[in-house]
């Protein structure tokens, strides 16, 4: 009786775990498969939650990453092509893995990479 206790804790426990480990894979909720990314609701925010208007801005740094002014100047420099990541500076620049000085999350890194195959639209 007393095993069967302890191998009942034992599991509990394990599955207590597991459970625990299973939200450290969940991200950010991104838009669904067919959903429009919206450069002023989605990646606009994202240059500020990332802190790149410290430079992309307040130290005179181009682009200008402000809500305002980040899609005219992105498109401007020419620093995204619709549908092409790889001539896309914006994209990759950034990228989590880069050497830049502010960096994108996974999640965030995602959207870009859907916002660029969606057209890089000013939406
Ligand atoms: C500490 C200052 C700093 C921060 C923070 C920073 N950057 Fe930059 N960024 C620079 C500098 C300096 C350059 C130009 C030299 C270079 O490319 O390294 C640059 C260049 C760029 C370029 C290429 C511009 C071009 O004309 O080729 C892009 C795109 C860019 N940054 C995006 C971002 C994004 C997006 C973030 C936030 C995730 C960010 N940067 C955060 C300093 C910064």
Request: hydrophobic fraction near 35%; charge should be negative.
């Given at each position: 009786?007393?095993?069967?206790?302890?191998?009942?804790?034992?599991?509990?426990?394990?599955?207590?775990?597991?459970?625990?480990?299973?939200?450290?894979?969940?991200?950010?909720?991104?838009?669904?498969?067919?959903?429009?990314?919206?450069?002023?609701?989605?990646?606009?925010?994202?240059?500020?939650?990332q802190g790149c208007?410290?430079?992309?801005?307040?130290?005179?740094?181009?682009?200008?990453?402000?809500?305002?002014?980040?899609?005219?100047?992105?498109?401007?420099?020419?620093?995204?092509?619709?549908?092409?990541?790889?001539?896309?500076?914006?994209?990759?620049?950034p990228?989590?893995?880069?050497?830049h000085y502010a960096k994108?999350?996974?999640?965030?890194?995602?959207?870009?990479?859907?916002?660029?195959?969606?057209?890089?639209?000013?939406?």
């Amino acid at each position: 009786m007393k095993k069967l206790l302890t191998f009942g804790i034992i599991v509990a426990g394990l599955l207590l775990f597991l459970a625990s480990c299973q939200n450290k894979f969940i991200i950010e909720p991104l838009p669904e498969p067919g959903d429009t990314v919206s450069f002023s609701q989605n990646i606009a925010p994202i240059f500020t939650e990332q802190g790149c208007i410290g430079c992309h801005y307040s130290t005179g740094q181009q682009p200008d990453l402000t809500p305002d002014n980040a899609y005219g100047k992105i498109t401007g420099m020419g620093l995204v092509v619709e549908f092409d990541l790889v001539q896309s500076k914006i994209y990759y620049n950034p990228k989590p893995d880069g050497e830049h000085y502010a960096k994108y999350t996974l999640a965030q890194y995602q959207l870009v990479n859907q916002w660029i195959m969606d057209g890089a639209l000013n939406n």
